[in-house]
């Protein structure tokens, strides 16, 4: 597995300690802000372009998966270990920061998944994924 862009992971068990704190309690701010401020792992699909691809300079790629009930939803991790279990077809990943995902959120009717097929799996529809973004203060 490679990471395509430099930065530090940050500690996931911190971040799997709010999403399990979310999963009880969708309001905790505190969690809330934890998630919002942390690093995630974003799948680079093989036939996506790289970070130097055809893209703008500074752009992320999303990758967009459609479920059978026609959902639309972007898949990040907390760690490379949930990525690998979920998706074992993905060898690359960026690391992004998850408020600056919800800056840039493309559309209201996509969802964000968060360590999907996980017991703690939070999925956040496009409203609250820009909401993130001010809860961590945009950094």
């Known amino acids: 597995m490679t990471e395509n862009t430099p930065g530090a992971q940050g500690d996931p068990a911190v971040v799997q300690q709010a999403l399990h704190q979310l999963a009880s309690d969708r309001d905790d701010v505190v969690a809330l802000g934890t998630l919002a401020a942390s690093d995630v792992l974003l799948p680079v699909p093989d036939d996506l372009p790289g970070p130097e691809g055809d893209g703008e ?34 060898h690359s990943y960026r690391t992004v ?31 609250g994924v820009r909401a993130l973004a001010s809860l961590a203060g945009g950094a």
Do not use: C
């Open 57 to 90: 300079p500074g752009s992320i790629h999303l990758p967009v998966y459609e479920q059978s009930d026609g959902v639309r939803l972007v898949p990040v991790f907390t760690s490379e270990d949930r990525l690998t279990q979920a998706l074992p077809q993905i």
């Open 97 to 127: 920061r998850l408020s600056l995902l919800g800056q840039g959120w493309p559309a209201d009717d996509l969802s964000l998944s968060i360590d999907a097929g996980t017991p703690d799996t939070l999925t956040v529809q496009g409203q």
